[in-house]
């Protein structure tokens, strides 16, 4: 049996020495202040910070509910999406040339799993049993890159996002009374320039604004989109003038047929 620091007592030849009882967990009184046991001290603590945590996640949760927005339009082409804040560094990193368009796959799988797969290599890269972060300059090093990161593309996305015109795509809209059987709004639907923008229920979005509260003839409404007017382009019409001069009258009515 084995005690104390080092000094060995056995009561039997038989018995040997370095033998060592079996779930009987170190005596960490060697190392002062430098380590403990996994069970039960340090995984009550790593509880009860789990604990706390999860209970002010909880309490901000009820203080400040998520939004509830329009329904989801899939012909909605100029909807801004915006991914939920824990993810806003990649939402952001997704932004650069060098990690998007032809970097795409850089930017979803090569730099994302350089990042995680090193923070997983930390337990190899540094076996140091060394607890103050100075005395660890390996693992400290790759906990203050990746915190660093994140919390700068985070501060990015968040800086700049247009959130006055997320919340005007997202507000919850009365529904309306268009006539969808009437042939201008058969003409505006078939136009994806003017749906993608404007809705298909024309209250308008992140790309365009509302034509039902539109007060311009319809003279002003063909000389705009002939023209273009600030972010709308010009010649963005795909129609005879016919049809032009149909989908103008419609506008310039509110959503209803001219005729009634």
Not at 51 to 80: C, K, Q, R, W
Not at 173 to 199: F, K, L, R, V
Request: net charge negative; aromatic share 10%; with cysteine.
């Amino acid at each position: 049996m084995q005690r104390g620091k080092g000094m060995k007592y056995v009561g039997d030849s038989r018995v040997k020495a370095e033998g060592r009882m079996r779930n009987v967990p170190k005596d960490y009184s060697e190392y002062p202040g430098k380590t403990e046991a996994f069970w039960p001290n340090f995984l009550l603590k790593e509880w009860m910070v789990g604990a706390v945590f999860l209970m002010g996640f909880l309490v901000l949760t009820l203080a400040h509910p998520a939004p509830l927005e329009s329904l989801a339009d899939p012909s909605d082409t100029g909807y801004i999406p915006l991914p939920d804040w824990y993810f806003l560094f990649m939402y952001q990193l997704l932004k650069y040339e060098f990690a998007s368009g032809a970097y795409n796959v850089l930017g979803t799988v090569v730099i994302p799993g350089i990042a995680f797969g090193a923070l997983m290599l930390v337990p190899w890269l540094d076996t140091s049993k060394e607890r103050r972060p100075y005395r660890r300059p390996i693992a400290t090093s790759l906990m203050l890159l990746g915190v660093a990161s994140v919390v700068f593309l985070t501060w990015e996305s968040v800086a700049q996002h247009d959130w006055e015109a997320a919340a005007e795509q997202g507000k919850l809209q009365e529904p309306t009374d268009i006539d969808m059987e009437a042939q201008g709004y058969e003409i505006y639907a078939s136009q994806q320039s003017c749906i993608g923008c404007h809705g298909d229920q024309m209250t308008g979005g992140a790309g365009g604004p509302n034509l039902l509260e539109t007060e311009k003839t319809p003279e002003e409404v063909i000389e705009i989109v002939k023209n273009g007017q600030g972010a709308m382009p010009a010649d963005q019409f795909d129609g005879n003038d016919e049809e032009l001069e149909i989908l103008a009258e419609y506008i310039a009515n509110h959503g209803q047929n001219p005729e009634e």
